[in-house]
């Protein structure tokens, strides 16, 4: 055996080995009086959030197929979870990580990566959209063409991300629940919802897909603006949207995706990130004044609230980023969204 393949072979042990070791997430059942509502708590994954599934197995098929052995270095733009996914599994398998990112993320986020990988690169230009998105990805195309032997895992259009959650993500939900009406889901890179949507129609094709963006993103046609919070919404269509199988959308503002942060806290005691505060939201206002047969739905909680200690859970931070929208909602678990 030649030591090429004596490295690919350990390095796939490896990586299995990891694989083995990601458990199901747990999922819960949430007082509600007009529904059956569960969140699944996609932050129990070994890192922190949902990425941990995609990560995992973008680098296992790309382990597999040879598009990355010990001497690769792994480029990527992420605005937080998908970079401390990679950063970790990385630094388990001996690799090495650049990851991209952006002014908008979180400091104890930016913190871990700086701790994990060598180089970390942060873009500052605002792109055309009011994002970071573009600026990013040029900066990972600078690198790629920089750094011999880089491999690109692309988030935003690598098919085995949605695979992941096809797999592992849908499979849980349909071993755990024998029906589900309604489902809602971040978007982001598309992957969560394109995996997602796909087992779950295939199971049951009356189950309803409720896709949900925030205000400033571009996935679904709306107009590009800022946006402050990471982890949902995107300054482009991401090329997995065109798998996932979603019957309806909803667009929260950020000022809501808060409220929705707050409300699960204070409510359910789920301390969980900003796109998880977004999906609690649309679910409220999806069924505010709903009268009909009680539905049973389910929503992802991405990832935990502590890498938004500074920004999400933080009055002052959201007084001076939304003067404009202040009343009592940081104390009250009644707030309208």
Known sequence: MTSGNRDRNGLMRHVESLAAAMMPTPLVPLADERLDLYAKLEFSNFSG???????????????????????????ESSSGNFAIALASLCASLGLEFVPVIDSNVNRSTENFLRALSSRVERVHDIDDTGGFLKSRLRRVQDLRAELPDSYW??????????????????????????????????????GTIAGLSRRLKKTDPRVRVIAVDVEGSVIFGGTPGRRRIPGIGSSIIP???????????????????IVGCIQLWQRH??????????????????????RGPRPRVVFL???????YADTVFNPQWVAETYPERIDDVLISSTASV
């Open 239 to 257: 090329p997995l949207l065109q798998h996932a199988l979603i019957d309806e959308t909803l667009l929260v503002s950020e000022y809501a995706s």
């Open 153 to 190: 895992p692309n988030q935003y259009a690598n098919t085995d991300g949605a695979d992941a959650h096809y797999r592992f993500t849908a499979s849980e939900l349909c071993d755990a629940l024998d029906r589900i009406t309604h489902v809602f889901v971040g978007v982001g890179t598309a």
């Open 49 to 75: 959030s949902a990425k941990d599934r995609s990560a995992l197995w973008i680098l296992r098929q790309a382990i597999l197929r040879e598009q990355v052995t010990r001497k690769s270095v792994l480029v």
């Open 269 to 290: 005691g789920i301390f969980a990130g900003g796109s998880s505060g977004s999906v609690y939201a649309a679910v409220q206002r999806y069924f505010a004044g709903y």
């Open 301 to 307: 909680c991405a990832d935990r609230g502590n890498a």
